[in-house]
């Protein structure tokens, strides 16, 4: 991670950033919603996510980024726009997100189909988690549509577990599918220092 204040979480949530081999984690901003819109109008990525209609259109995307940082702003969400190092003009290229923090956590993902098969999101998920790990919760839920193999390959790597089978809707889909539930368990959660 960057900076002395992400990592002694003295920096607001909106403003974290990571930096990994590869990888330059920021927060979204609005120029970043054109190449949301972009990666996010292939059904082959919008297929495996649960909130995300498709078609997904400009609008959809600059309502994401503000939505992002106004969660960001109350403590409730940390998102970060996965932005590649070597070529930072190329703009944001996938997203990781921690929801839910007043409450039960979840952890999601998604990363343009250009870029699958690189290691590119299990870089960023472990950098994320790390990051999350120094805030007060004792647990963080996850999971993938039954068939996601990639995405649950990454989750078991950061140790997450199965805990069972559940049913959600894909919106880009219009339909129920098979949601293969994962939880990590960080420890009892304790006041940040």
């Not at 495996?48 to 940082?69: M, T």
């Amino acid at each position: 991670m960057r900076g002395e204040d992400v990592a002694g979480l003295r920096a607001p949530l909106m403003e974290w950033r990571i930096a990994t081999p590869r990888l330059d984690l920021r927060p979204l901003v609005g120029a970043d919603a054109p190449a949301l819109a972009e990666h996010l109008a292939d059904p082959e990525v919008t297929r495996w996510l649960a909130r995300v209609p498709h078609p997904y259109r400009l609008a959809d995307a600059v309502s994401f980024v503000e939505q992002a940082r106004l969660s960001a702003a109350a403590g409730a969400a940390v998102t970060f726009g996965l932005v590649l190092r070597e070529r930072p003009e190329a703009g944001v290229v996938g997203v990781a997100v921690v929801h839910g923090l007043g409450g039960e956590p979840e952890f999601g993902y998604w990363l343009a189909r250009d870029h699958w098969g690189r290691g590119l999101m299990g870089e960023a998920a472990a950098a994320v988690l790390e990051a999350v790990r120094r805030l007060p919760i004792a647990r963080i839920r996850s999971g993938a549509f039954a068939g996601n193999e990639a995405s649950l390959a990454i989750q078991r790597r950061n140790g997450f577990v199965v805990t069972g089978t559940s049913h959600r809707l894909c919106l880009a889909e219009g339909r129920m599918k098979e949601h293969v539930d994962t939880v990590l368990e960080i420890g009892p959660a304790v006041a940040p220092p």
